[in-house]
């Protein structure tokens, strides 16, 4: 039996009350859904001495529409109520699919989209049971300085495996983070640094309170896909995120992000889309172009379960076939 460590626990209901917490303890972790915090403990992969929940606080919950036409999501909202929001699957298509594969059912229904977006890295040499990573002899990322993936390296390689990442970069999103005295914004896309150990640029005592979405131009299209060993419940071996505009059929602008590679989200190039009509030849050819540049621009370590070598052969395909399903022509792969 794994059982946890001994820790604090704060419950307050308001965003001031936990800020106040965090700051109380410099060791302090907030607790969204648990669903991947709560296993990290059980293997002393994390070691809080205070656990901040978050759960009851209203003015983290639920999804509205600004004035503006920005989306609001609060951090607390569920990823299932996210998949499943009206405005959510006409605005942010592309956020709806990727929540709405994460991990299970169950799992969706405690997660939450902030917990996600602010996921740990994962590793094949870390997210194991304590006496597992002792037995190794540890690894650079906990209480070791020895890098199992990359014979020799100095950098923890360690992947982002969080799926509403890129599907949140391809929009546009941008996250508010609150602390003691004061509020930032920050995109998605500047939230992220290449260090596997901790790949996101947040300041101690910060929390993410909302995500905003802005108001997506005509011809707005998206989709997600995911490679998974199962249909169900696992963390991906790669996410394809596709963001097109495409009014009256021609592309105007396009965007793709794949994330469990690294440590942080990719961008793929998409130089050559803008211009072609969805269903025409020039459409298809550009579509294949694509897909072999980010072959050569993504290149999978042996960091996550999965062959590396089959998921590189995968990047081409899962990156024609999800284009193809923003364009409408087709379903996203799921498996």
């Known amino acids: ?32 859904g648990g669903t991947d915090l709560v296993p990290n403990m059980k293997h002393r992969i994390v070691e809080p001495e205070l656990v901040v929940s978050l759960e009851n606080i209203a003015a983290l919950k639920g999804v509205r529409l600004d004035d503006d036409g920005t989306l609001v999501i609060g951090a607390m909202t569920r990823l299932d109520a996210v998949a499943n929001h009206p405005l959510v699957i006409e605005r942010a298509p ?15 229904r405690m997660g939450t989209l902030g917990g ?27 209480d070791g300085t020895v890098c199992h993936v ?41 939230l992220w640094q290449v ?25 707005h299209r998206g989709a997600y896909g995911k490679l998974r060993e199962r249909g169900s419940f696992d963390f991906p071996q790669l996410g394809i995120a596709v963001r097109l505009e495409a009014p009256k059929n021609v592309i105007a602008a396009a965007d793709i992000v794949v994330v469990a ?4 989200p990719l961008r793929v190039k998409t130089d050559g889309l803008a211009g072609t009509t969805i269903g025409e030849a020039s459409f298809e050819a550009a579509v294949k172009a694509v897909a072999e540049r980010a072959h050569k621009q993504c290149h999978p ?15 081409p395909v899962y990156v024609k076939r999800t284009l193809l399903a923003a364009a409408g022509l087709g379903e996203a792969p799921r498996t």
Request: proline share 5%; glycine share 8%; hydrophobic share 40%.
């Open 150 to 190: 990359i014979a020799g390296g100095q950098k923890c390689v360690a992947a982002a495996s969080n799926d509403t990442a890129p599907a949140l970069m391809t929009l546009g999103a941008e996250l508010v983070l609150r602390k003691q005295g004061g509020e930032r914004r920050v995109l998605v896309d500047q």
């Open 301 to 315: 370590v042996p960091n996550i379960p999965g062959d590396p070598d089959y998921r590189r052969a995968m990047v």
């Open 116 to 142: 996600n977006v602010m996921l740990d890295t994962r590793c094949r040499y870390i997210n194991q049971t304590h006496f597992w990573r002792k037995s190794l002899g540890w690894c650079l990322k906990k």
């Open 195 to 219: 260090d596997g150990i901790y790949n996101k640029k947040v300041e101690a005592g910060e929390l993410l309170t909302h995500v905003r979405i802005p108001k997506q131009n005509e011809g």
């Open 94 to 108: 592309v956020l709806a699919q990727a929540a709405g594969i994460v991990a299970s059912p169950q799992i969706r």
């Open 1 to 32: 039996m794994l059982r946890l460590p001994q820790f604090g626990v704060a419950t307050p209901d308001t965003i001031e009350g936990a800020l106040a917490a965090l700051a109380s303890s410099k060791n302090a972790h907030v607790v969204a």
């Open 261 to 264: 590679l690294q440590a942080r």
